[in-house]
């Protein structure tokens, strides 16, 4: 039988294609009339909108709007994307780019983003900050409106492309996929251009209580975005080994606090802790309540943040690097060792102390890393800001920020590999609670060889897209002898398995039910009671849709073009806020020789 293709991979229909293209194309023949009037000397409503906000804020006209719209656009896309992974995992695959009402918030917070970074280049007028892009003559631009413009358009890129990949390799239910990294990724980096927007502001008319907190509020979006990389982890079904978990935890903290509290006073990184806390927590609370998906958790930071405030009060911030340094070391240390403490309490999956030893070296390196990035970041804002410094300062800084960069990534990227060694197999037994239209069963599972689960980093029975997730761990009742916690369902579209995370990356898994799948051409799958099945791949069990007739090198090749857009993201970040911060410096110098001239000039009257 032949199965229609949208059919069997979940795919957009055409009128989804056309709502997405049309919804684009209105917004961006809006985008060009208003360029059009603004560079045009023709009066526009949002241009009397920017100078209204603009003179209450006491910032230029350019940098009114994007600070509101931008914060409401991240918003809309992290509930978004925190819904639509709860539905996948509660319900299974969508059929398309607008299958499921989460597709929505993240589809228009996308659009915002790239607005928030076309309004300051259509509304841009001086005064503009010393370093700028030229696209005309007489019309110069931000560096960081074309910085978030970037960021958003890679972002927004995903979407079609999301659709493209899975008509080629099916439908890969797992958030760290090229296309669904592409849009977070390009979200989250835009936040960066949103920092240096609020450095660009800062060098024209100073900072004030209002503009610092405007700051505070953007890296704890920071904390909240960079949460996203997580969420399968946060919601207790992560797809790679858990090692990376606190990686990222310390990636993102030591990163965003750094950045605050190396440019700010005592306690502001406390300010981002509580942005992050209420809006994380009032998403998750949202997700699980009114819409009635599960519950996501989320690590604290409150120890991070505690740390970074009390290695700032104890060397001060005036060496950045130093206090980058040392903060991420901590918080690779003691901060992880507080998340673990938290993983006993409320995470899905309970972080094992044999993980530790690993986690603490990779932790490290990674945090250290990550405060020398933060620390690179904070001294290019400060520069934009129109802090001055000397060519020979400016070199040695970025080496430090370069050796940061490569430590944290390599980091992650040789954590991220895993693997399915074979060899295990299980004696399944099944002990029956509830029969009829809807069968239950305690699980419990003999495995061979004996020892095969011992030290695991995770040993669990597991449900899932049927409605809900289950997750039960199992319990060792002898050797080699394990049993679910509670019963596992076993009819209508539940897919049930046992799953077991052997060393540090070895990840297999066996089912126990999954039922006939005739759009993808899949059978059911019973196990009966006394079964001897084989542990297999996890992927192949939990990717139940992907396509395993695709060559190797396509899925090489989709993973290298995320590689490459990834890379010249953060090649623009560099490139942009350097150049912002170079304007910063040159106009730092200049005023500085002023001050002088004029200084000598009354000395001699």
């Given amino acids: 039988m032949t199965v229609p293709l949208a059919a069997s991979t979940g795919t957009a229909s055409f009128d989804q294609i056309a709502i997405v293209t049309g919804l684009v194309g209105l917004l961006y023949a809006a985008l060009a009339v208003l360029l059009w009037r603004e560079r045009t000397g023709h009066a526009t409503l949002v241009g009397r909108l920017a100078d209204t906000i603009g003179r209450l804020d006491g910032v230029p006209r350019w940098a009114a709007l994007t600070p509101y719209l931008h914060a409401v656009s991240l918003l809309s896309c992290a509930f978004g994307v925190w819904w639509d992974i ?48 030229k ?41 760290w996929g090229p296309t669904h990294l592409l ?75 750094t950045v605050l509290r190396a440019r700010r006073g005592p306690f502001s990184t406390f300010g981002a802790l509580a942005v992050y806390l209420i809006i994380r927590g009032g998403i998750a609370w949202a997700v699980d309540q009114p819409l009635g998906e599960i519950l996501g958790h989320f ?26 340094a040392v903060a991420g070391a901590l918080i690779g240390t003691v901060g992880l060792l507080a998340e673990y403490g938290w993983s006993q309490v409320w995470m899905p999956i309970r972080w094992p102390s044999s993980m530790l030893p690993s986690a603490l070296g990779f932790g490290l390196v990674a945090g250290i890393g990550a405060g020398l990035v933060g620390a690179w970041l904070a001294t290019r804002y400060a520069e934009v ?41 299980a004696t399944i037994s099944l002990e029956q609670v509830a029969t009829g239209a809807e069968p239950t069963a305690y699980v419990t599972v003999k495995v061979d060889p004996v020892d095969a689960a011992e030290g695991a980093r995770w040993f669990e029975a597991m449900a899932w897209q049927g409605g809900g997730l289950e997750l039960h761990p199992l319990q060792k009742v002898a050797d080699g002898v394990y049993r679910s916690q509670e019963p596992l369902p076993m009819y209508g579209k539940w897919k049930s398995m046992v799953r077991l995370h052997q060393g540090a990356r070895d990840l297999v898994a066996a089912w126990v039910y999954a039922p006939e799948d005739a759009a993808i051409q899949k059978p059911a799958v019973q196990v009966s009671n006394g079964q001897t099945v084989q542990f297999i791949g996890e ?43 170079r304007g910063g410096r040159m106009r730092a110098a200049y005023l500085s020789g002023a001050a002088e001239l004029e200084a000598d000039r009354v000395e001699k009257i």
């Fill in 86 to 133: 709860a539905v996948h995992i509660d319900k299974g695959r969508d059929t398309g780019p607008f299958g499921t009402p989460a597709h929505y918030p993240i589809f228009f917070g996308i659009l915002g983003v790239i607005v928030s970074g076309v309004l300051p280049i259509a509304l841009a007028r001086k005064p503009l900050p010393a370093r700028t892009l």
């Fill in 135 to 175: 696209l005309t003559q007489g019309w110069h631009i931000p560096c960081s409106a074309a910085l978030v413009t970037v960021c958003g358009t890679f972002a927004l890129v995903g979407f079609p492309l999301d659709d493209v990949w899975h008509r080629l390799f099916g439908e890969d239910v797992t958030l």
């Fill in 183 to 257: 849009m977070i990724g390009g979200v989250v980096l835009s936040i960066f251009a949103r920092l240096l927007a609020s450095a660009e502001v800062e060098q024209l008319v100073g900072s004030n209580r209002w503009r610092r907190f405007q700051e505070i509020v953007a890296v704890g979006a920071l904390l909240i975005a960079w949460d996203l990389f997580s969420t399968e982890f946060n919601y207790g079904v992560p797809q790679f080994p858990l090692v990376l978990q606190p990686i990222l935890i310390v990636f993102g903290a030591a990163l965003a606090f």
């Fill in 299 to 324: 690590p604290l930071l409150i120890a991070e943040a505690v740390l970074v405030e009390l290695t700032a009060l104890a060397l001060g911030n005036k060496n950045r690097f130093r206090l980058g």
């Fill in 385 to 425: 800001a129109g802090e001055a410094r000397v060519a020979s300062d400016v070199r040695r800084t970025h080496r430090l920020g370069a050796v940061g960069l490569v430590a944290v990534l390599g980091v992650v990227f040789f954590c991220v590999p895993r693997s399915a060694e074979p060899g295990v197999s």
């Fill in 539 to 581: 992927q192949e069990v939990l990717r139940r849709e992907e396509r395993t007739d695709v060559p190797q090198w396509m899925w090489n090749g989709g993973y290298a073009l995320l590689a490459v857009v990834g890379l010249l993201e953060i090649l623009g970040i560099a490139w942009l806020v350097g150049r912002g911060a």
